[in-house]
């Protein structure tokens, strides 16, 4: 038996550049690993051909155990190597809350894919294996990479990003609220609409996230954490509005939404240790989770 461990994302910002035919969104972000909250996957090898997947009793009204990331990222990486893949069968125990802009489920599908790949006789090189895991969403390729970086397009544009936060520190604040990501972008290109012709409101057509070139070209953070979605989501969930207040009141240097929410994550000072601490007593509650992490 396997025993992995898929942590999660922060998008560090947020903008939307443009939309594909496809109707797929374009984004800039800085995607930042982090090892909490995280999922566990326990994977044994069976005689069977196919993934066979179960998930414990919270994670049970989030997953539909015949359709989710790692069924699709098993079928596609069985497609796309041309030898015998091992059947599994694989319990999820779920740490990481969907519906929270934390990648999750795309950190989960892509620590499956890289242990499949070390598993087959002849693996897939680094592109294909990328290639296979965009298949399986968007944000999947991000969590092949260690470390920060700029990700472009629909998450296919992936550049490591020269970043270092080290001794800053962290609130992420995960509330009980499930945010669906297609229904904020349809409520953005929804709320774009009702700006066009608006001096300065046309997102689509403006160039790369220049709070993104900020972080690359200097190599430390002094930008906005800017996320185009906070308009939409904070409307139809004005709690997140609400935390992202407190914790600027509690001494966060930024705060913004992570992707399309309801996570919300303030970025400390390195000295900040009483803030990060009144922060995290002040949003601690029944309905919510927080983590204080040092970077």
């Known amino acids: 038996m396997s025993v992995l461990t898929a942590g999660c994302k922060v998008n560090l910002g ?9 109707g797929y969104h374009e984004i800039d972000s ?3 690993p982090l090892s909490r909250p995280c999922d566990h996957l326990k994977l044994q090898v069976t005689d069977n051909t196919g993934i066979v997947v179960r998930c414990d009793e ?7 155990e015949g359709n989710n990331t790692l069924t699709r990222a ?5 497609a796309a190597v041309d030898c015998p893949v091992p059947g599994l069968d694989v319990h999820l125990r779920k740490g990481v809350p969907s519906g929270a802009g934390l990648g999750g489920g795309s950190s989960d599908a892509a620590a499956l ?4 790949n070390n598993a087959v006789p002849a693996p897939l090189d680094a592109p294909a294996l990328a290639a296979t895991a965009l298949a399986v969403g968007a944000d999947v390729p991000f969590f092949l990479h260690e470390g920060p970086c700029r990700v472009r397009g629909i998450g296919e544009i992936i550049e490591p990003a020269e970043l270092d936060l080290s001794g800053m520190r962290m609130v992420l604040v995960c509330p009980q609220i499930h945010v669906s990501t297609p229904q904020a972008f349809a409520d953005y290109d929804a709320w774009l609409a ?22 690359l070209s200097r190599g430390r953070f002094d930008a906005d954490l800017d996320n185009d979605l906070e308009t939409v989501v904070f409307t139809r969930h004005p709690e997140l509005a ?20 309801s996570s919300v994550l303030g970025l400390f000072d390195r000295e900040a240790l009483v803030e990060t601490q009144a922060a995290t007593a002040t949003l601690q509650g029944e309905n919510r989770r927080v983590y204080a992490h040092v970077l």
Not at 194 to 215: C, H, I, V, W, Y
């Open 194 to 215: 009702l700006q066009d012709g608006k001096e300065g409101q046309n997102n689509l057509t403006r160039g790369p996230s220049k709070a993104n070139g900020t972080f």
């Open 14 to 22: 947020l903008r939307i550049t443009g939309v594909r035919p496809d």
């Open 242 to 261: 609400d935390i992202k207040a407190t914790l600027l009141r509690c001494g966060a240097a930024k705060a913004c939404m992570s992707g399309s929410g």
């Open 58 to 64: 919270a994670g049970q009204a989030v997953l539909d």
């Open 74 to 78: 098993y079928a596609a990486f069985t």
């Open 30 to 32: 800085l995607f930042y």
């Open 113 to 116: 894919l890289r242990w499949l």
